[in-house]
């Protein structure tokens, strides 16, 4: 029988993998993407509060939390658009001027 | 029958005269965006003056909002979605103020830089709007989608100056940075629903009030989930690291709107979910927020004096700022509050006023920002050394100036509340930084300038900023009263009357 508690330890396991994917991976692109996987954790989350909790408002949290994920990631892919043109490649660490 | 069913939905209320400063902001930004598109050749001043314009609006009718408080009292509207209380009023007031200085800096900024457009006006409104939607938040979900609305739009500004790498390198750090801490706020606020059965702020704190939780773990992850993402937010230790890089890369306007604009935004949420919601919870989550300040205070004090650039300097000034208003978060109390929002007003002009001056002598290219350049400024432009060096006195927190009172407001609160150790770690930072502030001074006072400076001149808008920062920093620094009465009012009140 399957309970809250298994979407809540899957959830966390996935967005514990995204985050770690953010710290250690260095290009750009895959950071979104685990963040992406990050958000996508807490939406599960949401689903499964709300099946426990049998209340509607977790569902329809996950429709906001859907169009946030697709704004961010238009909003990041247009920086890294933006430093492609000035240079050839650009991971984590090629943006190392700024420092102190 | 899928539309007899429809018919059954009932609609929330909506009151929107509550809804107005938001709407100043949010329509006067997409307008002027429409009539850029349409017509090419819209003169820059009345871009800028619309900008100014829409948050004037905001502000006016947030003077009508705090008067028809004072008769009908607080309410909520959209369903208890959107919270009207005189914390909320007072917050947009300094939001929309510091959208409009930060709009009168970047318009001679944007014209010695050739980057002029709309754009960088259109996106600190939306930014704005997105800040008063958080004030106003009375649940979670519409605080986050303020909060991203907010930081969407401050991602591109900080990369807006297309021909800096330092510009979109810092626009990239900061949009990876807070994207990932959106994503702790965010499952933060999950958690606090799975625990509570509601985003609803007023529906939390009810619950809280009459229901001891036997397995709290839910609640505790979530309320530390949420602090992470908001210490972020503020740029509070240990989670500050993206503020020097930020501030030193992003476009000086967009810093004076970063430091003043968006941190008040970020203290909004903290003061209204942690001081105000979770009140009944206050063991649980004041010990962090007691570390969290008392490290933000060391590291931005102690990190400042070692800084050869005045921007970066001011960077990690503005971390030690944050430390001091967390004291106001932390004592949980009407007197914190208010002491709170007192520092988020003064700091909000004092800090727009001190990027004004580093707009000017950053000099073409929005770099110049060494100790030397600032030599024998006192000799060169008196009028500006002067300004300068009021503000720097404001945020050491020397008296007669609004600096002094807030940092006393803040720390008396915590005294209040019993937070003594806090409290004495917060007057020995206030120590330190008066110092770094006097690196500055005497720099500018008792150096000679150099062969090569440059000549500065203060653009109209500019001067504009910098008369009101000044007056705006003297006058609540020698009457506080004037502004005190105004903060005191200005409470949370988490009310369901319509």
């Known amino acids: 029988m399957l309970t809250p508690t298994y979407y809540l330890v899957l959830s966390a396991l996935v967005f514990s993998i995204g985050a770690v994917g953010v710290l250690v991976r260095r290009n750009p692109l895959v950071m979104f993407m685990c963040v992406e996987l990050m958000l996508n954790a807490v939406n599960l989350t949401f689903i499964g509060l709300a099946w426990g909790l049998n209340d509607i408002g977790g569902q329809v949290s996950v429709f906001f939390v859907m169009v946030v994920a697709a704004a961010e990631v238009v909003v990041g892919l247009a920086i890294v658009v933006a430093i492609m043109r000035r240079r050839d490649g650009a991971t984590a660490d090629d943006l190392s001027v700024l420092r102190g | 029958m899928i539309l007899a ?15 107005l400063p938001m709407l100043f902001m949010a329509v006067g930004g997409l307008l002027i965006l429409t009539m850029t598109s349409i017509k090419k050749d819209i003169p820059a001043w009345f871009i800028t003056s619309w900008a100014v314009g829409s948050c004037g609006g905001a502000i006016i009718s947030s003077i009508v909002l705090w008067n028809q408080l004072g008769n009908d009292g607080a309410s909520s509207t959209v369903a208890g979605a959107v919270g009207f209380d005189g914390f909320s009023v007072f917050l947009t007031v300094v939001i929309a103020s510091a959208v409009a200085m930060a709009s009168l800096l970047a318009h001679p900024y944007l014209e010695r830089e050739g980057l002029e457009g709309v754009e960088l006006h259109v996106l600190l409104l939306l930014s704005g709007t997105g800040g008063i939607v958080m004030a106003f938040s009375n649940d979670l979900i519409v605080f986050f989608l303020g909060l991203e609305t907010l930081s969407m739009a401050v991602y591109v500004l900080a990369a807006m100056h297309r021909r800096r790498i330092q510009s979109q390198e810092a626009g990239m750090k900061y949009f990876v940075l807070g994207a990932f801490s959106s994503t702790f706020l965010l499952y933060g606020i999950a958690l606090i629903y799975g625990a509570t059965g509601s985003t609803n702020l007023i529906e939390i704190q009810g619950f809280l009030a009459n229901n001891l939780l036997v397995e709290d773990g839910l609640l505790l992850g979530g309320i530390a989930l949420l602090i992470v993402g ?3 937010k503020v740029g509070a230790a240990p989670f500050h690291s993206w503020t020097p890089d930020v501030y030193d890369g992003a476009p000086t306007p967009v810093v004076a709107y970063m430091a003043s604009g968006v941190k008040a935004a970020g203290f909004a949420a903290l003061l209204r979910i942690l001081s105000s919601t979770f009140s009944s919870v206050v063991d649980d989550w004041v010990p962090a927020i007691e570390v969290i300040a008392a490290l933000t205070l060391i590291i931005g004090s102690l990190s400042a004096i070692v800084q050869t650039n005045v921007k970066r300097m001011l960077a990690y000034s503005s971390i030690s700022h944050a430390g001091f208003i967390m004291l106001g978060v932390l004592a949980a109390s009407d007197r914190g509050t208010s002491a709170a929002l007192f520092y988020l007003f003064t700091y909000a002009f004092l800090v727009s006023g001190t990027m004004a001056a580093l707009t000017i002598l950053g000099g073409k290219g929005d770099n ?6 600032m030599q024998g400024l006192g000799r060169r432009k008196p009028i500006l050394a002067f300004a300068l060096m009021i503000f720097l006195f404001a945020q050491a927190g020397i008296p007669f100036t609004s600096g002094f009172v807030a940092k006393f407001g803040v720390i008396a609160a915590a005294v209040d509340s019993e937070n003594y150790w806090v409290a004495i770690v917060a007057v020995f930072a206030a120590v330190v930084g008066a110092f770094l502030y006097l690196k500055v001074l005497v720099s ?3 150096q000679e300038p ?5 000549d500065v001149e203060i653009p109209g808008s500019v001067g504009v ?4 920062a000044v007056v705006v920093t003297l006058l609540f620094g020698i009457f506080p009263g004037l502004l005190d009465g105004f903060a005191t009012d200005a409470l949370v009140e988490l009310t369901t009357g319509q």
């Open chain 2, 230 to 232: 908001l210490a972020f």
């Open chain 2, 5 to 19: 069913q429809a018919q059954t939905i009932a609609a929330p209320s909506v009151d929107v005269s509550i809804l």
């Open chain 2, 444 to 446: 500018m006072f008792l």
């Open chain 2, 450 to 454: 150099q062969d090569n400076a440059r």
């Open chain 2, 368 to 373: 110049d920002f060494s100790f030397e350049s």
């Open chain 2, 465 to 468: 900023v910098l008369a009101t």
